[in-house]
């Protein structure tokens, strides 16, 4: 495979996708992506920037050439057409150019990538995971998933919504393509030819999508399965129960991957006890953890110098010009000041710092809805740089504590100043916390505030949950710990799409053991998985009642307990991330449904909660609006931040037409109540 790509992305696919599934299109991490595979000769992306205009910085920051298509009709436009002439034109004319890839989820290019497979281009497809329709990923060589691409799940999500049943898929195709090479009589068989093989049975196989960098690191965890072996410092990978000759034998492959604090066997003596024991949770070290929840709220992805250098800048222009400028206005001018300085800052780079000071509350809006388009003044407390930088960082510490962890001053210090010895400055981030009441030292353990350990047991969105973990019996034969509740949360996953009943049982039980690790202070138990089960229970019950019940008027307390439990500035926002859209759509829905009304077309699964918020709040039927209203009220006091999105989208896409405006202006209202 060469190592040029020639890249053609469709746009408007792309980012209505993103648009509808609440997500921040970043190219940043995508682009890190392509460059893994290959040096990028030719890169385009093709859409109408009249509606995209506020994506095209980005793109040329990472050096996209933005052709425009124009529509022909509303929600229709040529990209398709143009796509392939031009990827048809590069296979022609460029010989050196051996790997196409093709970022979309239509089905329309399934052809063009049949056509560059025919010129002997090797084809690598990328497509979001629910929408991108088989007969494109079946055509490509490799389909990897958008999702995994930009870093949205990893191998600390190995029990996400969907990545429990991919996880069983991929080793199902990995002894699939062992037997394939056992009848040829081809074992054991190089690592690299294995995967080749695996991909020509199932294109949408990378290990990318299940939570892994390489692919020799998800061999090494599926040793339970497999044994590897080394030969010329290659990999070489056979079935558990092979019977290797002395050429085999006397090479084992010598795993550097540890399980539970021992080496992963893989000798062939071992083969055997491998397969034989269950697999077992990987512990995670503190500082694992740590990075893990500075990951999902993306607090991480910035270094140290730029993080500090824009915050001060961010500190002077609200000092010397309070509310002369909106969040746009103003990241928009450091980002041209930058550009002037030949300084490599994207406005998305610039953005995730000031989420920092925004979840800390460091700005002030002066009683107008939070947005970016109002404008901002710096918090009234904050009365210097450091004070104002010390207030935005007093989140990574925040976090930890919301996440149930012990802290460790070293490790933060480290990760946050590259520093270790500076555990000073920890500790006045924990007495800003204090000194604000988000947090208290209770026996020297620092914590949310509340009367328990579990400092959300008394929150009222929360009351029909903990009624069911109260109330639910522990069968006398399961085990009790955090390790059951994660089998038990595994299990649940697996029955989701089956039987919402089963499911809610599962999650159910994974909630009162974790709740009850909590509350005996196991290791290990933290909050953050307790809420990941109760927003997965929450999810599941909610919709065992609506959709198999038709029970919409109990089914809405449980929505209202996942949107309490999934806010943006928490680690569970990008966890559940897949689930936001469809839970909020079907809450709506539900209105129709209560009062036996038609939800009429579009689809659900086409349409998003913008258009489904704008159709009720104009609807005929005013029993139907008054519902909705209501409805969204209660959605505005246990989230407000989401009903922000779902306003900022009526605007961004339909800000042309007074009846959308007004459906966002009724929205902004309530959270104004």
Known sequence: MSNQLAIFMDFENIALWAEQEFLDFELTPLMSYLQQRGSVAIMRAYGDWSRF????????????????????????????????????????????????????????????????????????????????????????????????ALGEFGVDDALSETAAADQEAARQLLLKALRVHEQRDDLPVLAAKLKQTMLLLEPTFNEVNIGHTQFKEWLERSTDLVTLYARENQIYVALPDFEPGPEWEARPWPSSSHANGQAIRTAPALASAAAAEPAVPVKLSLRQQYNQIFTRLKMTSVDFATRRD???????????????????????????????????????????????????????????VASVHVPVWLDAEIDSEAAFVQRAESGFVYAVVNAGLDIDKVELAQILLNDGEHTEYIDNLLEDLEQRGL????????????????????????????????????????????DKARSLAKTAMLQRSQDFAASARSYLLACRLQWDAVEAGEPGATLEDLRWYMASYASVRAGELSQIHRDYAHSRPYYLAFFFLVQEDDPLWSRMRGLINPMLSYYWVNAWRELGLNAGNPSLSA???????????????????????????????????????????????????????????????????
């Open 53 to 148: 205009s506020r994506y095209r910085e980005d793109l040329m920051n990472n050096a996209v050439d933005l052709l425009q298509v124009f529509s022909v009709r509303a929600g229709k436009n040529r990209a398709d057409i143009r796509m392939a002439l031009d990827a048809l034109e590069i296979a022609i004319q460029r010989h050196q150019i051996d790997t196409f890839v093709i970022i979309s989820g239509d089905s329309d290019f399934g052809p063009l990538v049949t056509k560059l497979r025919e010129y002997g281009k090797y084809t690598l497809g990328i497509g979001p995971r629910d929408v991108t329709h088989p007969l494109l990923v079946r055509a490509c060589d490799e389909f990897v998933y958008i999702e995994a």
């Open 310 to 368: 824009v915050l001060r800048d961010i500190y002077r222009e609200l000092r010397e010009r309070p509310g002369e400028r909106t969040t746009d206005e103003l990241l928009e001018e450091l980002c041209e000041r930058y550009e002037t300085q030949g300084l490599i800052r994207s406005k998305t780079t610039l953005r995730q710092i000031w989420q920092m000071g925004f979840r800390q509350r460091a700005f002030d809006y002066q009683e107008q």
């Open 439 to 482: 947090v208290v030292a209770v026996d020297g353990r620092f914590m949310l505030p509340g009367h328990s350990s579990i400092p959300f047991a008394d929150e009222p969105a929360l009351q029909p949950i903990i009624h069911d973990i109260e109330n639910v019996q522990i069968p006398e034969n399961i085990q009790v710990g955090i």
């Open 607 to 673: 349409t998003t909660p913008a258009e489904i918020a704008v159709r009720a709040a104009t609807h005929e039927t005013q029993e139907l609006c008054s519902l909705w209203y209501a409805m969204s009220n209660a959605l505005a006091e246990v989230n407000p931040g989401l009903l922000r999105r779902v306003a900022s989208q009526i605007r961004l896409n339909r800000g042309e037409s007074p009846m959308y405006a007004q459906v966002a202006d009724s929205l902004e209202q309530m959270l104004m109540q």
